[in-house]
């Protein structure tokens, strides 16, 4: 036995020792159904061969090549993301290892972009009340996620935020025509009360991933926030880490409504889960501006790994091939009315929400006054860890005020039963989480 703990700090966790489709096999040979596909990564299922086979090939063509320079598997990602993917708009890439080192660089274009232009007064960036972006001091400080900054409050830099669209929880009174000027009015409130011109960039999630728990925000928020940006002169970053690459039924998560970012941030899905790798994509408008003022884009040592771009290039092939978008929104819209079904009348779930295969539910204590359950009972914790008693894997959700959403994001390539099986399963562990 190690001396050494790991995970750092201890959990009773299954060893899988194989994954192949949506199921993870662990030591014993137990199947378990992942219905969050690891980290809502998965997008292609488990154990495609040919993604195996392209990364092993880059590997030993090109093991290691320093980010900036060429090679054929980083030439054929850039190739497919503009041919397939990114909107005509979007025409610099730049790549990470990850959706916190892509936000992080994100963040840092923002602000080099307003003094490339002579903005230089504007050196704030604004987040949200509900929201992740990542692991480092900056991202995790710019989260609207409580959780995640335990025992780092005070050492944290400073960021703006706003508040997040949560419809359920909204302000009595408001309805379907008013809630998303509602919003506008609060996030327009808090810029004019910092001064809108010392702002640099906004970031958020089109829909809201796993702190909120698949929060879609009202019909009209995004194109009022586009054009709020526009008028303040402040740079749209979308983060689409979790959304991006079809997980809410279309390319991206922001195409839902009519926008486009200045600076798209994507992860995940961009891999499949294959490959640790990281994608910040942006307007002419962010990139030529930094270009010309010679300001430093500085490469992580790993962004743009050669096995990693390998990966990526099949997986969105494979996605492009077997229609997975499409697919995630027709299965998506399978699990959102199984979903629906059977959680109805729960007493204690008070919402299902999300977008294609972007999905949660919200558990509460009293579902006509909304009352969360006691912190301390870790409801969405115990409801993950009776779905893994009974062969399924849920994703924990909620930033510790927001708290007991459990999240489904399987692999686009879930079937119908499978679907099932996520919606009974879900049913019967938050029955004995608490009972129904
Ligand atoms: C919306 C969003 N942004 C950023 C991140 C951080 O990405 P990573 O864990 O790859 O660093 C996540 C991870 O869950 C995420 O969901």
Redesign the pocket.
């Given at each position: 036995m190690s001396r050494m703990s790991w995970p750092f700090v201890a959990g009773n966790f299954p060893l899988i020792t194989r994954t192949e489709g949506l199921y993870l096999y662990d030591d014993s040979g137990r199947k378990i159904l992942d219905a969050a596909g690891g980290?809502?990564?998965s997008n292609i299922g488990h154990g495609r061969g040919r993604v195996a086979e392209a990364m092993a090939a880059a590997a030993s063509e090109t093991s290691y090549v320093v980010p900036p320079f060429q090679t054929p598997s980083r030439l054929a990602l850039v190739d497919t993301l503009d041919q397939n993917w990114l909107p005509r708009s979007l025409t610099r890439a730049h790549f990470s290892?990850?959706?916190?080192?892509?936000?992080e660089a994100a963040m840092k274009l923002a602000l080099q972009y307003q003094q490339a232009i002579g903005e230089h007064q504007r050196v704030k960036l604004v987040g949200r009340s509900i929201?992740?972006?990542?692991?480092t001091l900056a991202?995790a400080s710019i989260?609207g996620h409580p959780g995640r900054k335990r025992g780092l409050e005070s050492a944290l830099p400073d960021y703006v935020s706003v508040p997040a669209p949560y419809p359920l929880r909204a302000p009595e009174g408001l309805n379907l025509d008013s809630i998303g000027q509602y919003y506008l009015d609060q996030m327009r409130d808090v810029l004019m009360a910092e001064g809108a011109d010392t702002i640099a960039g906004f970031i958020a999630?089109p829909i809201?991933?796993?702190?909120g728990g698949a929060i879609v925000p009202p019909e009209d928020y995004w194109p009022k926030v586009r054009s709020l940006c526009d008028e303040l002169g402040i740079i749209l970053i979308l983060?689409?880490?979790?959304?991006g690459f079809g997980r809410t039924g279309l390319d991206f998560g922001y195409q839902h409504w009519p926008i486009e970012p200045d600076i798209l941030?994507s992860?995940?899905g961009l891999a499949g889960g294959y490959a640790?790798l990281?994608g910040v994509f942006t307007n002419e408008r962010v990139g030529s501006a930094i270009e010309s003022a010679g300001y430093q884009v500085m490469f992580n040592t790993f962004g743009a790994h050669p096995s990693a771009c390998a990966a990526a290039v099949e997986v969105l092939t494979i996605m492009r091939e077997e229609e997975l978008v499409e697919r995630a929104a027709t299965q998506g819209a399978y699990l959102h009315n199984q979903l629906s079904l059977a959680f109805s009348d729960h007493p204690f779930v008070a919402e299902v929400r999300g977008r294609g295969l972007l999905a949660a539910i919200e558990v509460v204590a009293d579902r006509s006054t909304l009352d969360r359950f006691p912190q301390e009972l870790s409801v969405s914790n115990q409801i993950v860890a009776e779905g893994l008693d009974r062969g399924v894997f849920y994703y924990f959700g909620g930033t510790g005020e927001v708290r007991d959403v459990v999240c489904l994001g399987p692999a686009f390539t879930a079937t119908n039963s499978e679907i099932d099986q996520m919606v009974d399963v879900l049913v019967q562990s938050v029955t004995a989480a608490v009972g129904n």
């Open positions: 980290a809502v990564v290892s990850g959706g916190t080192e892509a936000n929201s992740y972006h990542g692991t991202t989260s999630e809201t991933g796993s702190s983060d689409e880490v979790m959304t941030v992860g995940k640790p990281g």
